[in-house]
């Protein structure tokens, strides 16, 4: 079986080589070159030191080595849709589309072909029922990263491999340790997708420039500041806004009138809601599992986070609306909804909440 192995010089990834290497299997080791180094906002890029210690991963294991230039396809598929996204002044999610047209996408169009399997250091899992395969949630409960991956479509999920999807962070770390691994020791990469740090207000600045636009208490309308633009903000925001008197919450965002409203308190209730609508919903595996017209209890996140929310997903026409047992806060329009089973251990698909 040929397995293309991806590897970003992070310590998940790197493990994944000795877990192949010991399942019997020869990856062939692959760094995707992404890293924007000439555009402004993109800081300390780290793609010199990545492929130095993917290149010492790849000798210490004996497997080839190649390094793939997909600048141009994250540009016009990744950077393109962020930027986009917060024109519109909704609330993007470049670590999934990274996966879906990147990772799994352009990859696999362009060099994928040559490959039975790809390998990824993500947590998360692939089970079979009846040969067929679903997304799962890793061991990890805490670092399980199938909400990045509830985006992927069932070809992709049919191809890839999760090696480490059934150990927990600190085994990660410890195994290696023991291998003398010279990514054992680094820290989580804190970037968007593999790019490393990133200056997200910066670069959004620079592409997408300032309008300033008026802060206002959704309770009373008062004017109480002003904002420099409505894609440097997001809905549950209590940080970077400016005002005294705090702590202050993004609420809600007026496209139309260029207005943030804030509430203020530690939890305003005004930024729960129970219901959320999702759009251009996909399901990973191609024939849904229940019939959604009549609402079906799930689970479901509608950020990165440990924790599950639970309600009912619905479907009504062409769109999707979940109904969640308790209020939630943080409901950010451009985001994703992504929707597991009851369980919590499958990964059924996604909406983008509008």
């Given at each position: 079986?040929?397995?293309?192995?991806?590897?970003?010089?992070?310590v998940?990834?790197?493990?994944?080589i000795?877990?192949?290497?010991?399942?019997?299997?020869?990856?062939?080791?692959?760094?995707?070159?992404?890293?924007?180094?000439?555009?402004?906002?993109?800081?300390?890029?780290?793609?010199?030191?990545d492929?130095?210690?993917?290149?010492?991963?790849?000798?210490k294991?004996?497997?080839?080595?190649?390094?793939?230039?997909?600048?141009?396809?994250?540009?016009?598929?990744?950077?393109?849709?962020?930027?986009?996204?917060?024109?519109k002044?909704?609330?993007?999610n470049?670590?999934?589309?990274?996966?879906?047209m990147?990772?799994?996408?352009?990859?696999e169009?362009k060099?994928?072909?040559?490959?039975?399997?790809?390998s990824t250091?993500?947590?998360?899992?692939?089970?079979?029922?009846?040969?067929?395969?679903y997304?799962?949630?890793?061991l990890?409960?805490?670092?399980?990263?199938?909400?990045?991956?509830g985006?992927?479509?069932?070809?992709?999920?049919?191809?890839?491999?999760?090696?480490?999807?059934?150990?927990?962070?600190?085994?990660v770390?410890?195994?290696?340790?023991?291998?003398?691994l010279?990514?054992?020791?680094?820290?989580?990469?804190?970037?968007?997708?593999?790019?490393?740090?990133?200056?997200?207000?910066?670069?959004?600045r620079?592409?997408?420039?300032?309008?300033p636009?008026?802060?206002?208490?959704?309770?009373?309308?008062?004017?109480?500041?002003?904002?420099?633009?409505?894609?440097?903000?997001?809905i549950?925001?209590?940080?970077?806004l400016?005002?005294?008197?705090?702590?202050?919450?993004?609420?809600?965002?007026?496209?139309q009138?260029?207005i943030?409203?804030?509430?203020?308190?530690?939890?305003p209730?005004?930024?729960?809601?129970?219901?959320i609508n999702?759009a251009d919903?996909?399901?990973?595996?191609?024939?849904p599992?229940?019939?959604?017209?009549?609402?079906?209890?799930?689970?479901?996140?509608?950020?990165?986070q440990?924790?599950?929310?639970?309600?009912?997903?619905?479907?009504?026409a062409?769109?999707?609306?979940?109904?969640?047992?308790?209020k939630v806060?943080?409901?950010?329009?451009?985001?994703?909804?992504?929707?597991?089973?009851?369980?919590?251990?499958?990964?059924?698909g996604?909406?983008?909440?509008?």
């Amino acid at each position: 079986m040929e397995i293309a192995a991806l590897v970003s010089g992070g310590v998940d990834s790197s493990v994944c080589i000795p877990i192949l290497k010991e399942q019997g299997f020869d990856p062939v080791i692959v760094y995707i070159k992404i890293a924007m180094e000439n555009e402004p906002g993109f800081t300390d890029c780290p793609s010199e030191e990545d492929i130095e210690i993917t290149t010492y991963i790849a000798k210490k294991y004996g497997c080839k080595f190649e390094i793939i230039d997909l600048q141009k396809e994250y540009w016009d598929q990744v950077i393109d849709y962020t930027i986009s996204t917060v024109q519109k002044g909704l609330t993007p999610n470049p670590d999934v589309m990274c996966n879906r047209m990147i990772k799994f996408g352009s990859f696999e169009e362009k060099f994928g072909k040559d490959f039975d399997k790809i390998s990824t250091g993500h947590y998360a899992r692939v089970v079979e029922e009846n040969g067929i395969p679903y997304l799962a949630t890793a061991l990890d409960k805490r670092k399980d990263q199938t909400y990045f991956l509830g985006r992927i479509t069932y070809p992709q999920l049919s191809k890839v491999m999760f090696p480490i999807g059934n150990m927990v962070k600190k085994d990660v770390r410890k195994m290696a340790e023991n291998l003398d691994l010279p990514s054992a020791h680094r820290p989580d990469s804190q970037g968007i997708c593999f790019l490393g740090k990133i200056n997200y207000n910066e670069f959004i600045r620079k592409y997408v420039g300032e309008n300033p636009g008026n802060i206002i208490e959704l309770e009373t309308s008062k004017i109480l500041g002003e904002h420099r633009g409505l894609w440097f903000h997001t809905i549950g925001q209590r940080k970077g806004l400016g005002l005294s008197q705090g702590p202050w919450f993004v609420v809600e965002k007026d496209m139309q009138e260029n207005i943030i409203f804030v509430s203020n308190g530690y939890d305003p209730i005004s930024q729960y809601k129970d219901e959320i609508n999702l759009a251009d919903f996909q399901f990973i595996n191609e024939s849904p599992d229940r019939d959604y017209t009549q609402k079906q209890r799930v689970s479901f996140k509608i950020r990165h986070q440990p924790e599950f929310n639970e309600g009912f997903l619905i479907r009504e026409a062409d769109q999707y609306r979940i109904i969640s047992d308790q209020k939630v806060s943080g409901i950010a329009p451009g985001q994703f909804g992504v929707i597991y089973n009851e369980q919590q251990s499958i990964c059924l698909g996604s909406g983008v909440i509008y």
